[in-house]
């Protein structure tokens, strides 16, 4: 069974950090990882993804001041979340794709975690 459990969201003040972690488990493989984030009123969107090989793409609005990466080893996704804007509140969810053990090619999402930045 897939499962991608996400930890780390919280409240903080404009120009603090958080650091958001995904863990998965339930896969064979793990080809692409990535962070969305959707506001209230406002549809989801990639906030920035990172490929098996480390390759990353970012969204415009967040770029050189979040850092995505990876722990291949523990299954793990991270976003380190620095210089943040009353903007960036959403609900955080974390993705992954890759085979299941069963041969199948999945998408799996988090339940979500709640990033509030006060101004």
């Known amino acids: 069974q897939v499962q991608l459990v996400e930890s780390g969201g919280g409240l903080v003040q404009a120009g603090g950090s958080l650091r958001l972690s995904c863990a998965a488990s339930?896969?064979?493989?793990?080809?692409?990882m990535g962070w969305y984030r959707q506001a209230p009123g406002k549809q989801r969107e990639l906030v920035a993804h990172i490929a098996s090989g480390g390759s990353t793409n970012y969204a415009d609005s967040v770029k050189g001041r979040f850092t995505i990466s990876r722990d291949n080893a523990k299954n793990t996704m991270y976003l380190q979340m620095n210089s943040l804007k009353p903007e960036d509140t959403a609900v955080y969810y974390c993705?992954?794709?890759?085979?299941?053990?069963?041969?199948?090619?999945?998408?799996?999402w988090g339940q979500g975690t709640q990033v509030t930045v006060s101004s």
């Open positions: 339930g896969f064979f493989s793990i080809n692409l």
């Open positions: 993705n992954a794709e890759g085979l299941l053990y069963s041969g199948s090619y999945v998408s799996n």
